[in-house]
C-alpha cells in the first residue's frame, strides 16, 4: 500500500488567533486567588528535525496563557493542574492510495491521553507557581501528544487548578483545541483536499470513503461541546462538502461495507475502527455488537504484529491499538496485552521526551 499523503485536516496556514476571557465576572469579591484571564493559543505548526524526526516547535503547540490573581493577604501556592478530556476525535489520514503584557513567569507542558480509557481521561500535571497576595501571576500550559505521524486530532477540554490552602478549586474554564494545529477558513471543505482521493482499486475507495464519513461525524460531535476556541477552530463548524464527494463515495450501505472493512488485509489499520462506526450507521444494534466484537479481536491481532516488530515507534502503535481493542469489547486478554503494549512503550518513550523538552 502506497503511503498515505493527505489528512482530512491539514494543518497549514492556520495563523495566531485566540479567544480572550475579560475576566470580570472572575474575580474573588472576599479575596482570594482567582482565574483573571485565559488566552485559547491554536495557531500555525511549525515543526523542526531532532533525532531524525520532525517534531512540533514547542512555541507552536496549542497552549493555554493563564493569569491567576490573588487578591488576599497571603500568597497563594498553585500545585496542581488537572486537565479532563471531556470528549475527542482522531481524524485519520483518508487516502489510502498515496501574548500578555503581564511578565510570563513559567512554561508546563502537559501530555494529553490518546483513545482514553474511562480512568484515564484527566491529567495531573504538578505545578509551583506561587501568586504573591495582591498580585498577578501568569503561566502557559503546552498541549501535546505521543508521537503520532500525520493524522490529526481535536479535544474538547476542563482544565482546573489546585493550590496548597485546600480550598475550592480554581476553574479556568472549558477549551476545544485542535492538534497539531487549527485549520484555516480558506481550507473549510470536507474532505480535504481539491481532488477526488487517489485510490486503484475498490478496497481503499471503501476505506477512503468511511474514514471521512467518520471524520465528519466525530469532528461534529467534538465540536459541538462548549469551552473557548480560536476562531480558525470556531470557523470548523462551517465546514461544507467537497464538489467531488457524492460520486467519488462508496455506495455500498452500512451493513455490506461493515462486513467488508472487517475482512480487510491487516496493513489497513483503521479498517476494524471504521467496521464498527459503519455498523453504527446500520441501525441495528445487534449487528453492530457482532462488528464491535469482530474488531477488536482484530485490533488484538494488529497490538500482537507491533509487538513483535520490536522499535520504539511500534509500541505505541500497539498502545493504541489495544487501547481502541478495549473500548470496544472489555476483555481480559484486550487488558493484559494492553499493560504489556503500554509496559513496553513506557520502556521506549524517553527518547521520544528527551527531544519534545520536559
Known amino acids: 500500500m502506497a503511503a498515505a499523503t493527505v489528512a482530512l485536516i491539514a494543518g497549514v496556514a492556520a495563523g495566531v488567533g485566540f479567544l480572550l476571557d475579560t475576566g470580570d465576572d472572575l474575580l474573588a469579591e472576599d479575596g482570594g486567588a482567582e482565574v483573571r484571564q485565559v488566552v485559547v493559543f491554536n495557531g500555525r505548526e511549525s515543526a523542526r ?7 512540533q516547535t514547542r512555541a507552536s503547540m496549542p497552549h493555554l496563557d493563564l493569569s491567576v490573581l490573588n487578591s488576599g493577604s ?23 492510495g498515496i501574548g500578555d503584557q503581564i511578565p510570563l513567569t513559567w512554561n508546563y507542558a502537559v501530555e494529553l491521553p490518546v483513545l482514553p480509557l474511562p480512568s484515564q481521561r484527566t491529567v495531573s500535571r504538578p505545578l509551583h507557581q506561587e501568586v504573591p497576595a495582591g498580585e498577578v501571576d501568569r503561566f502557559k500550559l503546552f498541549f501535546r501528544l505521543p508521537p503520532d505521524g500525520l ?47 487517489d485510490v486503484s482499486d475498490a478496497d481503499q475507495r471503501l476505506m477512503s470513503t468511511w474514514c471521512a464519513r467518520r471524520n465528519m461525524a466525530e469532528l461534529r460531535r467534538v465540536l459541538s461541546r462548549p469551552g473557548r476556541r480560536t476562531a480558525p477552530m470556531s470557523d470548523l463548524a462551517r465546514m461544507r462538502p467537497a464538489g467531488w464527494w457524492r460520486d467519488f463515495a462508496d455506495r455500498r450501505p452500512p451493513k455490506a461495507a461493515a462486513r ?22 446500520s441501525g441495528d444494534p445487534r449487528f453492530a455488537a457482532g462488528v464491535r ?20 515507534y511500534a509500541a505505541w502503535d500497539a498502545v493504541v491499538a489495544a487501547r481502541q481493542a478495549v473500548l470496544f469489547s472489555p476483555s481480559t486478554e484486550a487488558r493484559e496485552l494492553l499493560a ?18 520536559a
Request: glycine fraction near 8%; aromatic fraction near 10%.
Open 260 to 281: 467488508a472493512l472487517l475482512r480487510m488485509p491487516f496493513y489497513f489499520t483503521e479498517a476494524p475502527v471504521l467496521a464498527v462506526f459503519a455498523a453504527r450507521q
Open 151 to 197: 493524522d490529526d486530532y481535536v479535544y474538547a477540554l476542563r482544565v482546573t487548578l489546585l493550590a496548597d490552602h485546600g480550598g475550592a478549586p480554581l476553574g479556568a474554564g472549558r477549551v476545544v483545541l485542535g492538534f497539531p494545529d487549527a485549520v484555516a477558513p480558506n481550507e473549510l471543505v470536507l474532505p480535504y483536499g481539491p481532488e477526488p482521493f
Open 49 to 55: 528535525v531532532a533525532g531524525g524526526q520532525l517534531l
Open 340 to 357: 504489556q503494549a503500554e509496559s513496553r512503550w513506557e520502556e521506549t518513550r524517553a527518547e521520544y521526551l528527551t527531544t519534545w523538552g
Open 74 to 96: 497571603d500568597p497563594v501556592l498553585l500545585t496542581k493542574a488537572l486537565v479532563t478530556v471531556v470528549d475527542s476525535v482522531h481524524l485519520a489520514v483518508c487516502e489510502y
Open 293 to 312: 466484537r469482530g474488531a477488536a479481536a482484530a485490533l488484538l491481532r494488529e497490538a500482537e504484529r507491533s509487538l513483535r516488530i520490536g522499535y520504539a
